[in-house]
T-cell receptor, first 111, second 115 residues
Framework: QKEVEQNSGPLSVPEGAIASLNCTYS??????FFWYRQYSGKSPELIMF????GDKEDGRFTAQLNKASQYVSLLIRDSQPSDSATYLC???????????FGTGTRLLVSP | GAGVSQSPSNKVTEKGKDVELRCDPI?????LYWYRQSLGQGLEFLIY????????KSGLPSDRFSAERTGGSVSTLTIQRTQQEDSAVYLC?????????????FGPGTRLTVL
C-alpha cells in the first residue's frame, strides 16, 4: 500500500474553472504536507505547504487538510493553461526527515 | 540567491560502469536529500544528510549506491556497476534544516541513462 495516494489523471478542466486535486495519506502521524508542481522534464517546485487542519490560501491556490480523514487537497481557482503540469502531494514522514511523495496527478487546462 | 545545482545534467553510461552525480545545495542549508524519479513514477527517497552525517540511508536500493557529503555542502551520489534499472532522473533537494516544516527545494536533476 502506497503511503501517499493520488489519482494519476489526467484531470481535464477548461480555462477559468476550478481544478481540485486530491491526496490521501496512510501515516496518521504525518504533520506537514506539501504540494509541488512539476512541468514535464523539469524538477518539482513548491506551490504550498500546510500543517494545520482547515484551509490555507495563497493567491489562486488553496490547500485543505483534514487530519481525521487523512486527506489533503489543492484547489486552483481560475485555472490557466500554464497550470497544466503534474501536481505532487508529499507528506513529511513521522520520525524520519524525508518527504513521502505520491505519484502525482496530471492536470490539463484547455483554452 | 542561487538555487540547488546539480551536475551533470545528463549522463549516459554503459552497463557496469561507475557514475558520480554531484549536488551543490543552497548556501546555508544544512539538510540535503537525494531522490530518484523513474519515468512516470513519483519521487523515491534515497538518502538524507544533516550536515555531513547521513542519519537515514534507508532508501538506497542496493549496496551499489553510496553517497557522501563534505564540508556540510556539496554531496556526491555514486552508483557502482550501473544497471539498466538505474536509469532515472536523480534529484537533489536542500532545506534550511531537517524539521517537518522545512521546505525542500529541488535542483534541476541529473538524467541518468544506462545502456
Amino acid at each position: 500500500q502506497k503511503e501517499v495516494e493520488q489519482n494519476s489523471g489526467p484531470l481535464s478542466v477548461p480555462e477559468g474553472a476550478i481544478a481540485s486535486l486530491n491526496c490521501t495519506y496512510s501515516d496518521r502521524g504525518s504533520q506537514s504536507f506539501f504540494w509541488y508542481r512539476q512541468y514535464s522534464g523539469k524538477s518539482p517546485e513548491l506551490i504550498m505547504f500546510i500543517y494545520s487542519n482547515g484551509d490555507k490560501e495563497d493567491g489562486r491556490f488553496t490547500a485543505q487538510l483534514n487530519k481525521a480523514s487523512q486527506y489533503v487537497s489543492l484547489l486552483i481557482r481560475d485555472s490557466q493553461p500554464s497550470d497544466s503540469a503534474t501536481y505532487l502531494c508529499a507528506a513529511h514522514s513521522t520520525g524520519f526527515q524525508k518527504l513521502v511523495f505520491g505519484t502525482g496527478t496530471r492536470l490539463l487546462v484547455s483554452p | 540567491g542561487a538555487g540547488v545545482s546539480q551536475s551533470p545534467s545528463n549522463k549516459v553510461t554503459e552497463k557496469g560502469k561507475d557514475v558520480e552525480l554531484r549536488c551543490d545545495p543552497i548556501s546555508g542549508h544544512t539538510a540535503l536529500y537525494w531522490y530518484r524519479q523513474s519515468l512516470g513514477q513519483g519521487l523515491e527517497f534515497l538518502i538524507y544528510f544533516q550536515g555531513n552525517s547521513a542519519p537515514d540511508k534507508s532508501g538506497l536500493p542496493s549496496d551499489r549506491f553510496s553517497a557522501e557529503r563534505t564540508g556540510g555542502s556539496v554531496s556526491t551520489l555514486t552508483i557502482q556497476r550501473t544497471q539498466q534499472e538505474d536509469s532515472a532522473v536523480y534529484l537533489c533537494a536542500s532545506s534550511p534544516s531537517s524539521g517537518s516544516l522545512d521546505t525542500q527545494y529541488f535542483g534541476p536533476g541529473t538524467r541518468l541513462t544506462v545502456l
